[in-house]
């Protein structure tokens, strides 16, 4: 046994985090998922650095926020001088292997590691149905034939539930007969409508541009198919994700089971998340982009299956805000890597980690920790977590040859959504207008502004960045343009 | 029937499929087939179904050399033959040209129904992408009531199956459905299954039901949906000599191109 451990990171594609059973969700069946609970910490207040799957993935990548690596949205391309985890590792005595989805634009993913698997085609953003039990070949082979001397990373790249986005997109140009009607499901198996099915619509700018207007920047196909659905058609998109979930939980399943047949099954250290949660009816909203919880709160483990790394098992923490950022010093400090060093590997502008070590609370012990998380989105998009206040706001564009993500500038911001997750965990009641919040909004906004100052936020890494940034700006533009003309 | 006629909801998944086109390739495929000599099921000896596989969703997940004029993303063989011993020897060939992945089958099953899972079966899968991946074989076998596979000398352990749900691998529905079609038909009941999808992954609770007739050019086909806990709904449309001309799941369709039959 190596006196390192070895380094398994499963990732799921747009998995919310209470899309799995053993948090008390009696609508989906998850018992491998479940398996990795019981052998592990349950983080349940992780979020992902932002809701759409390059952008996160490029935290994962590297450790920081989205406005620093030149990938605050889905189109981005990473920097060339940010070090990347497969090659940290792979430079400090580790063998760092990849499998499965990576998307992460302007990183030669077989550059940085070695990939078991990556598609014949490369692989996408979606098609799980086609990858990931490929994938799961490859690294059941690759686990029952690794013998090198060197510890190994191995990070798993599912691709499902993200398949979902093909069941709405299914939904641009027809209609499917309801199955309730045809006899083939009951109503008993239907999940019902989520509790935040209605929402309070007094939502920032971001929002509508993107996510609601008739012409929205972001899938208006589907907004627009689905208009006139009803109760049905809603619960049914929330059974057909369901299924999506339990089809990745299989996967994980067979790598699980393999692992626990091998000589490394004592001495690995399993982490679990998903790049970004999904919408799935709450807000009557679908797929993820936003600031809501479905869309950013993510499940997020720390197990092993042995005994032969210590963490705590079969264990809630309710109490520590966990980020994207994070998995990256999560690994380093399993690998015994110097998080501070292994940023300056081929850089010389090396900015700090932003994220922390989960390793300390997965095995119970007390250490100083961040006091809210904090969220980008859209490019334009912020929220910011804490333990009771929600608070969700926005940039206005401002100049659009300045392709730097904003912040921190309090003059620039815009609508505030405010919401008390004690008294509302599903937001359904926007405070921001409401008397008697003024200090809350302040309080989360300092925070907002203060998190913002330490990033190093970085120009985005595009061929075209107007085609981007510009066009998106020169929308929400409009739109302010038509509030204060109204 | 034209082309631009709407297909049935269960197998039209035209998003994003403008070019080439998915209905006008779907209906081809399947015309050549039933428009030419009738083939009836064959029930002895060596046959071969053959499948064309189209992507219900074509934008991203194309074969790239194909982009211009064939949608088709591989090919599905079923191969069975009746052993002396009355048991159903099956081969089944998968070749997945966006996966990369060509995946072999062998399983044996009792002459029942459901297709019951008889002794060892066999994975072979062989990607050929620029990765490491390259080769994947296990062996697996039912004991008791718990399913094993065996991966490089490794013993995995699968799932646990109960004995009183009839077991069987996805491929085999192929025939289990049609041998089932009559009773479900005209009982208006559904059929419960445990499946081994893919010889590998173990789908415990399973339904197959009667979904409805349609007719598609000169042909009627009589439609039939599985519903499962970790699966998608999928469809599977009979003609009327027992041959599942059509099997829809959510991200692709088989679509029967050839029927071979091969002397005992």
Known sequence: MNDRPNILFINTDQQSWNAVSAYGNPYLHTPNIDRLHRNGTSFMRSYCSDPVCAATRSSWATGLYTSETGVPFNGGYMHEGIPDVGQVLNTNGYAAFHCGKWHVPGRNVRESFHTLYYGARDIGAGGGEYYDSASTHAVIDFLTAYDGDAPFYLQIGYLNPHDVCEYLHNHEEKRIPNPLQQGIITEDELPPLPENFHYDESETVLQQVCRRTDDALIHAPILNGIRDWDEFHWRYLIWNYYRFIEKVDAEIGVVLNTLEGTPFCEDTVIVFSADHGEACGSHQMFQKFTLYEESIRVPFIVACLGDGVPVQKNRFDRAHFISGVDVVPTVYDYAGIDPSQATQVNRSDGPSLGGMSVRPLAEGDRVPWREFAYVESNYWGRAVVADRYKYVTEYKPADPEDFRPPGPDASRLGRVQLFDLGEDPWETQNLASQPGYEDAIDSCRANLLAQEARLNRRRIEHPNPRQVISNWGDSLRVYWEGLSVS | ?264
Not at chain 2, 124 to 152: H, K, M
Request: glycine fraction near 8%; charged fraction near 20%.
């Open chain 2, 1 to 264: 029937m034209e082309n631009s006629e709407a297909l049935h909801w269960s197998f039209d998944y035209n998003y994003g499929a403008q070019n080439p086109q998915f209905a006008q390739q779907l209906v081809e495929t399947f015309l050549k087939f039933y428009g030419g000599p009738k083939t009836d099921r064959i029930g002895a000896g060596t046959t071969e179904h053959i499948y064309n596989i189209f992507p219900n969703y074509w934008r991203g997940y194309a074969i790239r050399e194909h982009l211009q004029d064939n949608l088709s993303l591989g090919e599905a063989i079923i191969r069975r033959q009746q052993a002396d011993n009355g048991r159903w020897d099956y081969t089944i060939q998968y070749t997945n040209g966006t996966s990369g992945e060509e995946l072999q089958l062998r399983f044996h099953t009792a002459n029942d129904l459901y297709r019951s899972l008889r002794g060892k079966w066999h994975i072979q899968a062989q990607n050929d992408c620029q990765d490491s991946y390259s080769t994947f074989i296990g062996e697996g076998q039912q004991v008791a009531d718990e399913i094993r596979l065996t991966v490089n000398q490794n013993e995995v352990a699968v799932g646990l199956i109960e004995k009183e749900i009839p077991f069987t691998c996805n491929w085999a529905l192929f025939d289990v459905i049609p041998a089932l079609s009559r009773e479900i038909q005209e009982s208006g009941e559904v059929v419960e299954m445990a499946i081994l999808e893919d010889l590998e992954k173990l789908r415990p609770v399973n339904r197959i039901g009667f979904l409805e007739s349609i007719e598609m050019g000169e042909t009627q086909l009589d439609g039939y949906y599985l519903y499962g806990e970790g699966l998608l709904p999928s469809y599977w449309w009979l003609d009327r000599n027992g041959n599942v001309a059509i099997s829809a799941n959510f991200f692709q369709t088989l679509v029967l191109k050839e029927v071979v039959e091969v002397s005992a």
